[in-house]
């Protein structure tokens, strides 16, 4: 969210990553699930991009790069220090939806991220949706592609 305001922090998001998947990920499929999971992401943020749940500064068509390299991080801890939100299901869901829409709304502060639809509204469609969401990229991360 820094790097909305200072890029050269993308630098460093990115190196943290390439150390990530470089040398501690258990194996090469995981790049792949990251990128699944981080592509769920930027479909679903571009979405409730267009549909108006929260705008960023500029005239934005796409996500902001900062938005979609916080997608690469986050899919890169599902398999680390979120796997205990795999199983059960359940605690997944409690994460998403106490900390997915928190996430939403640090942004919000730190990276002058709009919320139209007002701070209360916005996180509570943000919970509903992150309640579901985690389980199902846990799912996304664990399953190859066919």
């Known amino acids: 969210m820094w790097g909305a305001h200072r890029p050269w922090l993308l ?11 470089g040398w501690v990920a258990k194996a090469f499929n995981e790049w792949r699930g ?9 479909v679903l943020d571009s979405a409730l991009m267009h549909l108006g749940l929260f705008t ?6 796409m996500l902001p790069l900062w938005l979609a390299l916080l997608w690469l991080l986050f899919a890169s801890t599902l398999n680390y220090s979120l ?7 359940w605690l997944g869901s409690l994460l998403g939806a106490v900390a997915g829409p928190l996430s939403y709304w640090g942004g919000a502060t730190l990276a ?12 509570l469609v943000l919970a509903l949706i ?3 969401l985690m389980p199902a990229l846990h799912w996304v991360a ?3 592609a066919r």
Do not use: D
């Not at 990115?14 to 998947?21: E, G, K, N, T, V």
């Open 11 to 21: 630098l460093v998001a990115i190196a943290c990553l390439a150390l990530q998947l």
């Open 34 to 42: 990251v990128l699944r999971v981080a592509a769920c992401g930027w």
């Open 56 to 61: 960023f500064s500029g005239n934005t068509v």
């Open 83 to 89: 796997n205990w939100t795999k199983h059960p299901w």
């Open 112 to 123: 002058g991220v709009g919320l139209p639809l007002g701070v209360w509204p916005s996180l």
């Open 130 to 132: 992150w309640a579901m």
């Open 142 to 144: 664990g399953h190859p």
